[in-house]
């Protein structure tokens, strides 16, 4: 079966070229831990692959042969537009990688949506002020929810997509949304994911969740990725754990590995380290 490369060269050829197609895989951390560096390595060095196939080769390196990379990369925001995207992203990365991957990552910015019904004032978000049209056409507006599924249903085939956040989802509960929407949304995500064949990268903040929203998202995901914090002596070192994932886990536990040591720098987030049963 051909793989879909996340973007993590050392994690991608552990894992025999990516994630199998077809595929929601959760990004689970601790703050600063490294879920939201791993979400924008994946969508950079895909990327970048297209548009600059001599800088991905030196930041990345051969792309494993059971590998294909996916044709569009789409970054789903509910909060931040492109520019702001960008920004946060040129705080990780070289700024030659990002000027050279910019191009190719379509931002799909869900504020008007998201927004729409609270009480944030509209030139916050749009830059506009509010009238009394606008009032009116809030009415007939998608709400965020449907926005969304909307938006796969037309990008998500065969595709990167990176959805920004589950958290902001849930932050934004209210009589319009429960978490009972959002958790259906995402169970029927993980249902039409197996039929777009792509790879769908969906982060979320564990000090937000409670433990049964929490587990109720890693059921409907294929995949679960857990960054953490630990601390030994004097320092504090980022780590990651697959904490399961359908048709990848059994390969590393294969490979008795039972941890990856992470780090950052300004090609993204790497895998510095394995950690395995000895």
């Known amino acids: 079966m051909d793989r879909i490369p996340f973007g993590v060269s050392r994690f991608d050829r552990i894992l025999d070229g990516g994630a199998p197609p077809g595929t929601v895989v959760l990004l689970v951390g601790e703050p600063g831990a490294g879920a939201r560096e791993f979400m924008y390595t994946s969508a950079v060095m895909n990327a970048l692959a297209h548009t600059d196939p001599d800088l991905f080769d030196l930041h990345y390196g051969d792309l494993h042969e059971d590998a294909d990379l996916p044709p569009e990369t789409h970054y789903l925001s509910f ?13 990780v990365f070289d700024d030659e990688l990002v000027d050279a991957a910019a191009g190719e990552i379509t931002v799909r910015d869900f504020s008007p949506e998201y927004f729409q019904l609270s009480q944030v004032p509209r030139e916050w978000y749009l830059g506009e002020t509010t009238t ?3 009032l009116g056409g809030q009415q007939e507006r998608a709400d965020v929810l449907t926005a969304l599924g909307q938006y796969l249903n037309a990008h998500a085939a065969g595709n990167l997509v990176v959805i920004d956040s589950i958290t902001d989802l849930v932050a934004a509960i209210s009589d319009e949304m429960s978490w009972n929407d959002i958790a259906t949304v995402i169970r029927g995500l993980g249902k039409a994911a197996h039929r777009w064949n792509g790879l769908i990268l969906a982060s979320a903040s564990r000090e937000t969740l409670k433990r049964t929203e929490l587990g109720h998202l890693m059921d409907a995901a294929d995949g679960t990725l857990q960054f953490e914090w630990e601390s030994g002596g004097s320092k504090r070192a980022r780590t990651m754990v697959v904490q399961e994932f359908r048709g990848v886990l059994s390969q590393i536990e294969r490979e008795n590995i039972v941890r990856f040591e992470t780090e950052i720098h300004e090609g993204g987030f790497d895998v510095s380290d394995v950690r395995k049963i000895r």
């Not at 909060?79 to 705080?91: H, P």
């Open 79 to 91: 909060t931040a537009d492109a520019s702001n995207v960008r920004r946060e992203m040129s705080y």
């Open 132 to 134: 009394l049209q606008d």
